[in-house]
């Protein structure tokens, strides 16, 4: 049993992880009851994700004691930063491997058979052994794609470059192949994954890289809809955002992290850009690209943030209109320098700024989404829908969810739908034609 926390780069590397541990001879259990195997793909971004692995690890107390065999083991970017302590810490857990670790699952797992084991940490400075017929797909017509990994520009809050170490691209010409193997499967949709995508190519030479790598993609056959993230707003230039706009593949999704809409916190942020600048960005994704569909990441009750800075965050926000946004409180991470700073905030003063942050920003959404409303868009049918198993779910070029009433046969195909029904962010409506 596989349990995956954290960003979509965690669920790309649990693609890898499903892939090789059906190689050798696993099947995926649908409870902890029946395995012999329980892997958690951490995630260490946030500390409360923390705190619910370690409970999670805590309560299979007594699976463990009804079977000898079980193994425990953890994954992923919390394995990385904590390594031995974690095995020091939960005397359940059997094994301990980092991202880059991956390909050494198999042999780790004897190795846990006989005995507790830590992974090696390496840093491989490459994407060893990536192959498209090795990972299993969640959806068999989309698939998540890492073009590079780690990130340096340390970020004052962020525990990521520390953990997953210097940006490494993937070479281009193997993304080539990846892609187009996965096109020859069947994928018509990719997300091409990085903790910060604009950098694509920059150590290894490439100029303009991430606009290139979609170029190129936008020659695959059988790839339709491509997106992205995460954007850097520091790294997305005016003259990408003009060359993307040509690109009939690459979906109008934008996830532009802004964090603060005030200039002294993004200072002390370390983010690289300003106000001003962010705002620039907006309105040429604006003007270049039709019914772009903008979401962002803020952060509020940063160290020093005054009521003032906060102000700026919601001025920036009602200006901005985005369609989405994944809203979160600060929470020091140890070992990085906003975790030092002073002027912490208490949890009060930084729940509530949060909480009225929401308020705004769901105001917004739902505003956005009626605009929909009687409109026509492309679906692509991805699942049923949770609530009602005779609706299906689908997701537009621009990343909203739709429900609609339809048959299981449409998963997988592109069809059209109108908009009757919108809450905050889902959509709701009816199909036109199948195409
Ligand atoms: S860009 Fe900043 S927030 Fe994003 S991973 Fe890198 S350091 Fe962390």
């Known amino acids: 049993m596989l349990t995956t926390f954290g960003c979509q780069m965690n669920q790309a590397d649990s693609q890898r992880l499903r892939g090789l541990l059906t190689k050798i001879g696993y099947t995926e259990t649908e409870s902890e009851e029946d395995a012999d195997l329980i892997l958690f793909n951490t995630c260490c971004v946030r500390q409360h994700a923390e705190q619910r692995l370690i409970g999670r690890i805590q309560s299979l107390i007594n ?176 003259a990408a955002i003009k060359r993307i706009a040509a690109l009939s593949k690459v979906c109008e999704q934008y996830h532009l992290p802004v964090q603060s809409g005030s200039n002294h916190i993004l200072e002390l942020m370390k983010r690289g850009y300003s106000r001003e600048k962010y705002l620039t960005l907006v309105d040429a994704v604006r003007e270049h690209i039709s019914e772009a569909c903008l979401s962002t990441d803020i952060i509020c009750g940063f160290p020093g943030e005054s009521e003032s800075d906060f102000a700026d965050t919601l001025e920036l926000v009602e200006k901005v209109r985005y369609e989405s946004a994944f809203m979160y409180y600060y929470s020091p991470r140890p070992g990085t320098k906003a975790a030092e700073m002073a002027d912490q905030l208490s949890e009060e003063e930084k729940k509530d700024r949060l909480a009225r942050l929401i308020e705004v920003q769901n105001r917004i959404s739902l505003e956005e989404s009626q605009k929909l409303i009687g409109r026509e868009y492309e679906v692509l049918v991805e699942a049923n829908a949770a609530r009602d198993q005779t609706d299906l779910v689908g997701k537009t070029r621009s990343g909203r969810s739709v429900n609609f009433p339809g048959d299981n046969s449409l998963i997988g195909s592109y069809v059209r739908v109108r908009i009757e029904q919108a809450r905050n962010w889902t959509l709701s409506g009816r199909m036109v034609t199948e195409k």
């Open 63 to 238: 699976h463990k004691r009804r079977n000898a065999n079980l193994i425990i083991g953890v994954a992923g970017c919390m394995a990385q930063n904590m390594q031995a302590e974690m095995l020091e810490a939960l005397p359940l857990v059997d094994l301990v491997f980092g991202p880059n670790d991956i390909e050494e699952l198999p042999l780790l797992l004897q190795r846990a058979a006989n005995g507790r084991t830590l992974g090696s940490f390496v840093d491989r400075g490459a994407f060893d052994g990536d192959s498209a017929d090795g990972i299993i797909l969640n959806r068999p017509f989309s698939a998540m794609v890492n073009i590079i990994r780690g990130c340096t520009n340390f970020c004052s809050y962020c525990i990521v470059p520390y953990v997953r170490g210097p940006e490494i691209s993937r070479p281009m010409a193997e993304l080539k192949t990846y892609i187009s193997e996965l096109a020859a499967r069947g994928v018509t949709e990719i997300t091409l994954l990085g903790q910060n995508v604009n950098a694509y190519g920059r150590d290894i030479g490439l100029e303009e890289g991430f606009t290139q790598l979609l170029e190129m993609i936008e020659d695959i056959d059988g790839i339709r809809w491509v997106r992205f993230m995460t954007s850097h707003p520091r790294d997305f230039s005016l």
